[in-house]
């Protein structure tokens, strides 16, 4: 059994900074790829950033140069550092495993967590 337990969402002023981390318990964590997506209300769940087993990322034009996301493998964590946040970031953020390499076939969510954007 797979579980991914989001955290450090919450509300910031526009320019601000958030982390969230994303810890994965279970044995899979080394070999997925691991993806931030978000969902703004009345809006589709977009995918905002990827990082691959092999580190490399990717990121959506709409973060590009603001958002960074990074692994531990040691910590099974996946991190997103945000900064100069926009209202328009506001969304429920989910964290994904896509497992594993080489099919990536199997994807698991966790819950959730809420970042609001406003001064």
């Known amino acids: 059994q797979v579980q991914l337990v989001e955290s450090g969402g919450g509300l910031v002023r526009p320019g601000g900074s958030l982390r969230l981390s994303c810890t994965a318990s279970?044995?899979?964590?080394?070999?997925?790829?691991m993806n931030w997506y978000r969902q703004a209300p009345g809006k589709e769940r977009e995918l905002v950033a990827t990082?691959?087993?092999?580190?490399?990322?990717n990121y959506s034009d709409s973060v590009k140069g603001r958002f960074t996301i990074s692994r531990d493998n040691a910590k099974n964590t996946v991190y997103l550092q945000m900064n100069s946040l926009k209202p328009e970031d506001t969304a429920v953020y989910y964290c994904?495993?896509?497992?594993?390499?080489?099919?990536?076939?199997?994807?698991?969510w966790g819950q959730g967590t809420q970042v609001t954007v406003s001064s």
């Open positions: 279970g044995s899979i964590f080394s070999i997925s790829a």
């Open positions: 990082i691959t087993t092999d580190y490399s990322t």
């Open positions: 994904n495993a896509a497992c594993c390499i080489p099919s990536y076939q199997s994807n698991y």
